[in-house]
């Protein structure tokens, strides 16, 4: 049984969930894993944060109220954010970061993983700027100090696709991908094929939460494209940046459009996708495609996220699953402890 | 890089499909897995046997005709299998086993598993009756002789499932599963979708080679079944034997029947499944369902497999692709092979 000392860097529904699985699980994942997870710092802009290298209580961490400088409330906590400190100095094993995206520059999440990194620290992730925005780099800096740099988490939450690809399709050849990778804009589109405007079905969306206050990150696609980076890089060896990936959204799609689509059997999804091309380079774009019914993507529907590998010997292999959601998230943050875990152990 | 020794117990299909692999591909798999294979021995009840330590052709032996005796042709070759040299003599390190299944003993490929293990040679296989009859005896024997017992292909050929199970998802807490494991019933519940009879779909899937002349184990479940037992013991941690499984078909489904549940947005799907009950104890079953058009299996048309876990951590997860197919199944036996390399290595 292995003990590892976690540090949890940004404090929002990700990493909260996290402490919740711990406060819940730790001993039943000391017999049924090999592990538990010890929380030694938890660091957030908007908390504070605070350090003890003996534990934290996690169900105190998850009681705790979201409001500005919460941590001070507790004993040794601060309404500051101490980043630095909480992922040099708390004796972390594994820094669990799970601040807000940047993309633009994935900072200051990059900086973080960063730190932790050359610290000889382990991090896990589930913040797709970093990773798409400075992954090679940062890959590379894991490597040269021997320490994992997992993200299972980043591209469709706790449903697997990283992992499903490097292990159990390792040998399969991947030669393209594509994907339904915001559950936003699948959510509009479903709902728009049930007859709302796409104005109507932003409407709704935001209603329950899924879409922003501006919603353009998703039904413009932007969202998409970093996890078409970092699918492409990951599992076709690409050297994409950002702006190699042509994008456009669904906002130009009609309702009909979305009617006689259906007329002839056919559905609107927004797909990220990448493929190797015969001279051996990348195309990947992010954009509105109309699949026939029979696509393994076609009938993914509402928040759902799905990815369809071609490879050249198993042909078609699709994984679907939620792309979102607090636990679900945090799941991929297990995981990806549960990997370093398995590999550390060998 | 490693070299691998293996013998091919059983030279149809899929084993045939992995010494064309192995021809077409080694070169490239030492660069992109680290790994060799070099087969050092055949054997099949109809084509005989060849052992040769130093290395058989690949080519030459795909090459060879489905003819009966046909080892015979080659240097060194026999019209006789002689089973247990191959396995035992042949200085392998891993046995391929790809003979046909017998639902009933498992035999004689469980004696093939057993020569191997106890001889401390990894096996792979992608057969099912092994593992659904006597899959914690082989399981056992080969923990005891430290060597690998690897079954990807049994249940999905190359679409993974066990090890999406066994890794992507360990600590989800999976409590139970549902799938669509027989492609030959799901084509005739397609087709019969599609306006066909029973009888007519079942013709069709004949004419196309999906269906044997006696289309039995197909349609009444008891290939399904076979595959929920092991899903179930390996997912569940169960112990079902075959006869815990209650087992109904589609084959009293009518026309009729469809096109009621079309007209209600249903569609009947032939069901394996298994969950664990509040009371610990595990219900499996394989039967046909009405689907509502939501489900994630609701749309798995023609010969695609499909399973669904259901997780406590990540809701419902579904993998999807294809459950047959030569150079599919083959492909399975070698995701078996790295999977064994990759423990080997750490």
């Given at each position: ?15 909260r ?16 894993l ?22 934290l ?7 705790l ?8 409330r ?25 601040t ?9 999440a ?18 797709k ?12 800096l ?47 589109l ?35 494209r ?20 042509a ?22 999804k ?19 495609r ?10 993914i ?46």
């Amino acid at each position: 049984m292995t003990e590892y000392k976690i540090a949890l860097v940004g404090f929002g529904g990700v990493n909260r969930g996290l402490a919740q699985l711990i406060a819940e699980r730790n001993a039943a994942w000391q017999a049924a894993l090999g592990l538990s997870l010890k929380i030694v710092g938890v660091t957030d802009l908007f908390l504070g944060s605070i350090v003890d290298r003996n534990g934290l209580d996690a169900g105190q961490l998850v009681a705790l109220p979201a409001e500005k400088g919460a941590f001070a409330r507790l004993p040794g906590g601060t309404a500051e954010a101490f980043n630095e400190t909480v992922i040099k100095q708390s004796g972390a094993d594994i820094v669990a970061e799970a601040t807000f995206t940047n993309p633009v520059d994935g900072e200051p999440a990059a900086t973080f993983c960063r730190w932790a990194l050359e610290s000889g620290i382990h991090v896990v992730t589930t913040n797709k700027g970093p990773i798409a925005l400075h992954g090679s780099e940062l890959k590379a800096l894991a490597r040269r100090n021997n320490v994992a740099f997992e993200y299972e988490g980043a591209v469709m939450s706790g449903t697997p696709v990283i992992r499903l690809a490097r292990q159990a399709l390792a040998g399969a050849e991947i030669q393209g991908f594509e994907g339904i990778l915001n559950g936003t804009s699948n959510y509009v589109l479903t709902r728009m094929k049930e007859g709302l405007s796409f104005d109507a079905a932003v409407a709704q969306a935001q209603q329950l939460g899924y879409a922003e206050a501006d919603p353009s990150a998703d039904v413009e696609g932007y969202d998409v494209r970093l996890k078409v980076v970092i699918l492409a890089n990951e599992l076709l060896n690409a050297q994409l940046r950002v702006s190699d990936v042509a994008c456009s959204g669904i906002s130009a799609i009609t309702a009909h459009d979305i009617a006689q689509a259906s007329e002839s059997g056919h559905c609107w999804k927004l797909i990220g996708a990448a493929q190797r091309e015969a001279d051996g380079s990348i195309r990947a774009s992010v954009e509105a495609r109309l699949l026939p019914a029979a696509h393994p993507l076609a009938a993914i529907n509402g928040a759902t996220n799905a990815v369809s590998f071609n490879t050249a010997l198993v042909g078609t292999v699709t994984v679907s699953g939620p792309g979102a959601g607090r636990i679900e998230t945090a799941f991929a943050l297990l995981s990806d402890i549960i990997a370093l875990h398995t590999t550390d152990r060998q």
